[in-house]
């Protein structure tokens, strides 16, 4: 998800209250601090509000996803701590960025930590911001520890997804999640546990619907809804850097009216120019899913949540499972 900001830089917790919604009410588990969320620009103070006020607001519907990546080991252990007793559910990290790592570092620096962290861990295999991709065969190995419950993917590379979903489809303790858009009907008709899209920020409703479909066998559909989370991508995504896209996201976020499209630097906020191309394009995109029913629109009018009651609350049964958390695993 989107991480709003005020002009100043700090966490727009108004803002967040309603992008929580507009996920979470659509059927999506919010992942806070991931690349979308510009984690790696935000001060560590600033990142514990936001996951505090992303947890106050999904009260207990959703399984709560925090970024807790970090090129300091210790400080990702601390951020799993404290997102732990701010009432996240699960940790997801993805490697150290600064060092060129082997498999046998990896596997050990998940590892250690895997063992030093309260809840539950997802990696997260990223290459554009880490420059190395993790080996299925090193993922393989440490899909076996009592406290990883899953990867995230977000490499586009189909053959890898096949391989992956050999190892990995008919697994019960590990989940697998694609990350990359454009794969997610593939990465679902292979068996696939769950899709993460960046896009889904804008319309989640289409992709809890291509979820549906894709889980479910339904290949014709989750194809074609395939095609509208493209045009959705086409706006701001496709052939861009990262540089360039999470600027283009931030910015439809705002003409929606759910948040400022400030981003945090070394990214740098659209200029007025910009922001009206974007704009006429938002415009066409909403006709264009509007005559398949889904209608991009601003956030709804709610009701803000105060008070969480416990850390860890036990997960009601009817909750909607994104991916199988080890129930020993969860506080």
Not at 106 to 122: F, G, Q, R, V
Not at 272 to 281: A, F, T
């Amino acid at each position: 998800m989107v991480t709003p900001f005020k002009n100043r830089g700090g966490i727009d917790l108004e803002a967040t209250v309603r992008i929580t919604e507009h996920l979470i009410s659509s059927g999506s588990a919010p992942f806070a601090l991931g690349t979308t969320g510009e984690a790696a620009s935000i001060s560590p103070e600033a990142r514990s509000q936001f996951v505090s006020a992303v947890v106050r607001q999904n009260e207990h519907r959703m399984y709560v996803y925090a970024g807790i990546s970090d090129n300091c080991l210790a400080a990702s252990i601390e951020m799993a701590k404290q997102y732990a007793d701010l009432g996240a559910d699960v940790a997801v990290a993805h490697l150290p960025s600064y060092y060129h790592l082997d498999d046998d570092d990896i596997k050990t620096y998940y590892e250690k930590l895997a063992d030093s962290i309260p809840i539950p861990l997802m990696m997260y295999n990223i290459p554009t911001t880490t420059g190395m991709s993790i080996s299925l065969h090193t993922l393989e190995l440490l899909s076996h520890h009592t406290n990883i419950v899953g990867l995230k993917d977000s490499e586009n590379d189909t053959k890898r997804l096949q391989e992956a979903m050999l190892l990995w489809k008919d697994r019960a303790d590990f989940g697998y999640l694609i990350g990359c858009g454009s794969l997610c009907a593939t990465a679902l008709s292979l068996g696939s546990d769950g899709i993460v899209p960046g896009a889904s920020n804008v319309v989640p409703k289409l992709f809890a619907d291509l979820y549906e479909a894709g889980s479910r066998g339904r290949q014709v559909g989750s194809r074609h809804l395939q095609g509208l989370a493209d045009s959705i991508s086409a706006i701001y995504h496709t052939n861009r850097p990262l540089s360039r896209s999470l600027p283009s996201l931030k910015a439809i976020m705002h003409l929606l009216g759910f948040c400022q499209a400030d981003v945090m630097p070394p990214l740098r906020t659209l200029t007025p120019l910009q922001m009206r191309e974007i704009e006429k394009e938002l415009a066409a995109l909403k006709v264009l899913l509007g005559k398949q029913g889904y209608v991009i629109s601003g956030p709804a009018k709610i009701r803000a949540i105060q008070i969480r009651e416990t850390k860890h609350p036990a997960k009601d049964s009817r909750q909607p499972d994104i991916m199988q958390v080890r129930s020993e695993q969860q506080s």
